[in-house]
């Protein structure tokens, strides 16, 4: 039943009462679209918010309705595509991706170079599971409404704390990190578990708040310890986590049950991976273009700055040639969509993860072109491009069930590299990631003219 103030002209089309003000009076219209036809002798309509207490009179009749309906906070059908809120959220990624960097830009020249890379990785891999939880409530629930609207706002917040913090989360402020890691991660999952009214999403955040509180457990610890106990506890921290998602979050009485949105909603996360990959080919243009201003212009250095864009193109080609384009189609077409989506999640991580440490050798390239290159300086150089491939290559079994001999054997050149480039100027070093880079290419455009229409064929 519909309801039209008085003096208003009636709708006939009855799509029921939605809502009613407390100080206005209302006509009733039928789900059939005639005022007062479903009306009995005693004046009540069962599917009505009003009833007739005196002929001619209508009167509001209140009910208990709450002031929204959680269920509503569910998407209704299949995301489609990233909301400006979800893009806001994005934004914060580039400021923490820029701090990681620059944290370990300045301290990797010195001696202890080893140590803050192995902190650098342990920063960035809950960076990346605050990230994912995000993009998995926004699949899940409409980032329209104003309640799931404040989620991700707050999510951002809490980015940007991760970003002040993280150039001293090994040192005065790792209880700011690991503090709001915990909160956002078990905040938000006990917070939708209590909501929450359909009992599969309740049971399913309750199972992962669970876990989110165990671990909290060794992240407060190793924030409030120096020294190697700190790393070794937030390790073991991330370690369960892992291990626990890749399980299904396994609660007593609750079960265990992984995550089906990639089965609805491949398409979705398939482009709010690509979206967080694409933020990370910017890191490297953002971060070597800034060196490149901090520092006086030399040949050398322009070179460095070419070799550098050249290189994230390079990186960015791989991905998107051809596999890249048909991650969504090939989840869809799986056998197991759900389990191939969360394998397909996995490899943009670690490609972010490569890009992430190629703009760090970048760094070095640019501010010290022509000088000796460390042992440390050449592994971070060439382990970037090394890590993308790795995941390039997983990407490329989940969509074709194969991968390339070109990526293995690109790798392990890489790897290869790494000792005897330490006897040539990091800028060498550089220009021979960017050769095996190009090499892989060439080798990717010849399959594809020779197979030109193939299709994904998921394992």
């Not at 708040?209 to 700190?230: D, K």
């Not at 080919?281 to 800034?290: A, K, N, R």
């Not at 070799?307 to 090939?330: I, K, P, S």
């Amino acid at each position: 039943m519909a309801a039209h103030p008085v003096g208003a002209r009636p709708s006939v089309s009855g799509a029921g009462v939605v809502a009613a003000a407390t100080s206005r009076v209302y006509w009733p219209v039928c789900r059939e679209g005639s005022v007062f036809g479903c009306m009995s002798r005693s004046g009540d309509c069962p599917s009505s918010m009003f009833s007739l207490s005196t002929p001619g009179f209508i009167r509001v009749v209140t009910r208990n309705v709450g002031r929204w309906d959680r269920e509503s906070l569910l998407r209704k059908g299949a995301a489609e595509q990233a909301t400006f809120v979800e893009l806001f959220f994005d934004l914060a990624m580039v400021f923490i991706l820029s701090r990681l960097v620059e944290q370990a830009l300045a301290e990797v020249p010195g001696p202890s170079g080893w140590v803050v890379l192995g902190q650098s990785v342990l920063l960035f891999l809950p960076l990346m599971r605050v990230w994912t939880l995000t993009t998995y409530i926004t699949a899940q629930f409409d980032p329209r409404r104003p309640a799931v609207q404040g989620c991700v706002i707050g999510s951002v917040f809490g980015v940007l704390v991760f970003g002040v913090s993280v150039s001293s989360a090994f040192d005065g402020r790792a209880i700011a990190f690991a503090g709001t890691y915990v909160l956002m991660q078990a905040g938000r999952t006990l917070v939708i578990g209590l909501l929450a009214t359909a009992p599969a999403v309740r049971t399913a955040y309750l199972r992962a708040f669970c876990w989110y509180a165990v671990v909290s457990v060794p992240w407060l610890i190793g924030a409030l310890h120096h020294g190697t106990v700190r790393p070794a506890l937030w390790a073991l921290a991330i370690l369960v986590e892992f291990v626990a998602n890749a399980r299904g979050w396994p609660v007593p009485r609750l079960g265990a049950g992984l995550a089906n949105l990639w089965a609805t909603a491949a398409r979705y996360l398939a482009e709010r991976y690509q979206q967080l990959l694409m933020i990370s080919f910017g890191e490297p243009l953002l971060s070597v273009g800034v060196a490149f201003t901090q520092v006086p212009a030399s040949p050398y250095r322009i070179t460095a700055l070419i070799v550098a864009f050249l290189t994230t193109v390079l990186l960015w080609r791989l991905y998107f040639h051809v596999a890249g384009q048909l991650v969504d189609d090939a989840v869809q077409a799986a056998s197991h969509p759900a389990h191939t989506g969360r394998i397909a999640g996995l490899a943009h991580l670690v490609m972010i993860l490569g890009v992430i440490t190629t703009s760090l050798g970048h760094d070095l390239v640019e501010k010290h072109p022509g000088m000796h290159t460390p042992l440390t300086w050449s592994s971070v150089i060439l382990a970037g491009p090394a890590i993308f491939l790795v995941g390039r290559s997983v990407l490329e079994y989940v969509v074709y069930a194969r991968v390339s001999l070109s990526r293995p054997a690109g790798i392990a050149a890489l790897v290869a590299l790494i000792a005897p480039l330490t006897l040539v100027p990091p800028l060498a070093v550089a220009g021979g990631a960017a050769i095996v880079l190009l090499l892989v290419a060439v080798a990717d455009t010849r399959r594809s003219h020779r197979h030109p229409d193939e299709q994904p064929t998921p394992p």
